[in-house]
């Protein structure tokens, strides 16, 4: 009995990360949002927040490290972990599958095989010749 309730102590005890994707976009460039729902609800059975921010809301030292808009940002457990920014058109067009990959990238580092730095999205094929 004794036993078990240490099992059960230390079970609830472990906590998942909390993830978080935030958007920033500014208000000239609203037509440009990202649509947040088609990004990845969870992942690994880990719930992702989603958060939408205006660029004229923030504070001066935030608004003068964003250079293009919308960005959005991936944190995980309060801490910045990835982000893809908007090209000269202002458009950002991020899918599930890049969220995903940069997730698995992180989770990867808990294990070792990964690096404890900012992930990079992976550049996008070009289509010229």
Do not use: C
Request: charge should be positive; aromatic fraction near 8%.
């Amino acid at each position: 009995m004794k036993y078990l309730a240490i099992l059960m102590m230390f079970l609830f005890s472990v906590q998942q990360p909390e993830i978080k994707l935030l958007e920033i976009n500014a208000e000239w460039n609203k037509r440009n949002d990202v649509k947040l729902s088609t990004l990845p609800k969870e992942y690994n059975g880990i719930p992702i927040k989603k958060d939408y921010a205006l660029l004229e809301n923030q504070a001066p030292s935030l608004k003068a490290s964003i250079t293009a808009v919308p960005v959005i940002i991936l944190i995980i457990d309060g801490k910045l972990k990835s982000q893809w920014t908007a090209d000269l058109s202002f458009e950002l067009k991020l899918d599930k599958e890049e969220v995903i990959e940069a997730l698995d990238w992180h989770f990867k580092s808990y294990t070792g095989t990964a690096g404890n730095t900012i992930v990079a999205p992976k550049r996008r094929k070009t289509t010229n010749n």
